[in-house]
């Protein structure tokens, strides 16, 4: 199929991007990489009456550190993540996440931030910035505001940005030197989406676990925190069964797995426990 009639719009600055969204009245969509817009479009999924190209707004390919943060800007493409993009944890976590993404020809043309906006529950971006409590910024006619990326996803496919507001902007924190990190999928096929996937971070210190973040992918309708396990984790020894023991609490207190035709519920929570475990192990062993 073809995409129902549009009209075509590229603006220049991020504001007049803005004031074309708003003009719309919520019928407009935002094209950055367009890996899962345009294919919407084709099947008429989503019908929007103009659609708002922002590949020509300068300044919109940021990425680089500042105050101990890394800035990503709508126009970076997932490849650039592919090799460290900074020094220490953070930069090999990001690049470990970017290979796990689809295939080379849309990693050069999705984008983070498009995938932020997406929030495909499958996805791994959303999860790794609710993993790193990252910010993010939207841009609107009254100005920007900065929501953090826990709060921003509500559901699957759905964030607190109303379709008259830009995501123009997110911030990474650096993770500690000594941080340790994993990601860890679940497909059926290599093309697949993940039917589960965990983001660990964790720092050990004299054989204990000092500080942990772990991530769920698709073990819910939206990115999540495993907060219970992180809990269980603190001050546990690496070994033994604490690790598989914290992916059964993954599995219990933190999953919200929803029933899908080929995944029963318990069949997620059973790959969320083994997941969680391999994840922990990968980074911390």
Known sequence: MKPAPFDYVAPRTAEEAVGLLAAAGGDAQ???????????????????????????VAGFSLL?????????????????????????PLGLLLARVARHIAHPPIRARGTMLGSLAYAHPAAEWP??????????????????????????????????????ELLVEARLPLLPPDAQVAIVEHRRTKASFAEVAVVAVVTVHDGLVSTARL??????????RAYAAERFL????????????????????????????????????????????????????
């Open 215 to 224: 991530g769920l992918i698709n073990a819910a309708d939206r990115p999540l």
């Open 234 to 285: 603190i001050g546990r020894p690496v070994a033994g069964f604490t690790f598989a023991d914290a992916g059964q609490v993954a599995a219990l207190e933190d999953a919200e797995p929803i029933g899908r035709p080929h995944a029963s519920v318990e069949y997620q929570r059973q790959a969320v426990a083994v997941l969680v475990q391999r994840a922990l192990e990968e980074a911390a062993c």
């Open 64 to 88: 680089d550190v500042a105050d101990e943060t890394v800035r990503v800007g709508p126009l970076v493409r997932h490849r650039r993540f592919e090799s460290p993009v900074v020094d220490g």
């Open 30 to 56: 935002v094209l950055a990489g367009g890996q899962s817009l345009m294919l919407e479009l084709n099947f008429r999924t989503r019908r929007p009456s103009v659609l708002v190209d922002i590949n020509r």
């Open 127 to 164: 999860a790794v910035a609710v993993t790193l409590d990252a910010e993010l910024d939207l841009l609107g006619l009254d100005g920007l505001r900065t929501v953090s990326a826990g709060d921003f996803f509500t559901g699957p496919f759905t964030t607190l940005r109303p379709p008259t």
